[in-house]
């Protein structure tokens, strides 16, 4: 009995911190449905309307990762004042870039609209969330009309692939997927680069196996549960934009962007950001202990 009890709870605490950002994330759309309600909105959810609460909801998750992970945000310079296309790479959940968005936003009061996967607008119960923190479908007219408007884009190429079959290796998983340089091309706006130190030490995927490869291949729909969710240190860096070239080709320009995150990962690049933070293949110990670096803030 005491094993078997030692045993669900440890299976309890591998999962309880995701489960608990699930949890949150639900309630904070509740929230903005009671506060839709109370005030009969019925303006556009990417209207200056819903700021109110937008810094409500930032202020909320801007908390959580300064308790929980000591999150830092550096390089926000290097954002250009004007719209442009933000490529990160994706953690087993995106929670740290959650908490970008909310810094950014109350820091600089500039919403930074997110293409997501297509399952995740499948999520039952989210779509005023989705809506109010403009997560927007990642076809090429919804990304060229952002951008035309003046809005930041992010895109992680990797996408939920990389979120389930990445390790602690921090290889990116790109495949063939050049949609968000021919954006860039076509809308003449710079990419910039962003990475999270140590965002698959906090949270983890099990092993790839082939069954778990072959029914998200099939689906498309992420069957494998993160687990983890250790206080370890969170800094993302925004690099310097790639700035738009009219002569170069879009392969070109994956392969340039791919080099420079890569460059954060093999130590191997000059410009690399990361080059001195991110130890490989990750270490959750080290990662936790980093929170008590003062030095390197």
Not at 104 to 128: E, I, M, N, T
Request: glycine share 6%; charged share 20%; aromatic share 14%.
């Amino acid at each position: 009995v005491i094993m078997a009890s030692l045993t669900i709870s440890a299976i309890l605490i591998f999962f309880i911190v995701p489960l608990t950002i699930v949890f949150f994330i639900y309630l904070t759309n509740i929230l903005l449905l009671i506060y839709q309600r109370n005030n009969e909105l019925k303006a556009d959810p990417l209207s200056d309307v819903w700021d109110s609460v937008r810094k409500t909801i930032a202020s909320f998750w801007d908390m959580y990762a300064r308790i929980w992970h000591g999150y830092e945000l550096h390089g926000v310079e290097n954002l250009p004042e004007g719209p442009g296309i933000l490529v990160y790479y994706h953690g087993a959940i995106p929670i740290d870039y959650l908490y970008f968005l909310s810094r950014l936003f109350l820091w600089k009061k500039r919403l930074c609209l997110s293409v997501a996967d297509h399952f995740v607008f499948r999520l039952p119960g989210l779509k005023l969330l989705l809506g109010v923190t403009g997560v927007i479908p990642g076809t090429r007219e919804d990304c060229l009309i952002a951008l035309k408007n003046g809005h930041l884009v992010s895109i992680s190429p990797g996408g939920v692939r990389e979120a389930l079959f990445s390790d602690e290796s921090y290889r990116l998983m790109w495949g063939n997927r050049k949609g968000f340089a021919q954006v860039a091309l076509d809308a003449k706006v710079p990419i910039i680069p962003m990475y999270t130190q140590n965002v698959r030490e906090g949270y983890r995927m099990f092993k790839e196996r082939r069954i778990f490869r072959q029914l998200y291949e099939s689906t498309r729909l992420p069957f494998t549960p993160p687990y983890g969710g250790l206080p370890v240190k969170f800094r993302t860096y925004i690099g310097k934009p790639i700035p738009y070239d009219p002569n170069i080709t879009t392969e070109e320009l994956v392969e340039k962007v791919s080099k420079f995150l890569f460059s954060f990962q093999t130590k191997t690049a000059v410009q690399a950001l990361i080059s001195r933070h991110q130890t490989i293949p990750g270490n959750m110990w080290k990662a936790l202990l980093e929170r008590f670096d003062k030095h390197r803030k």
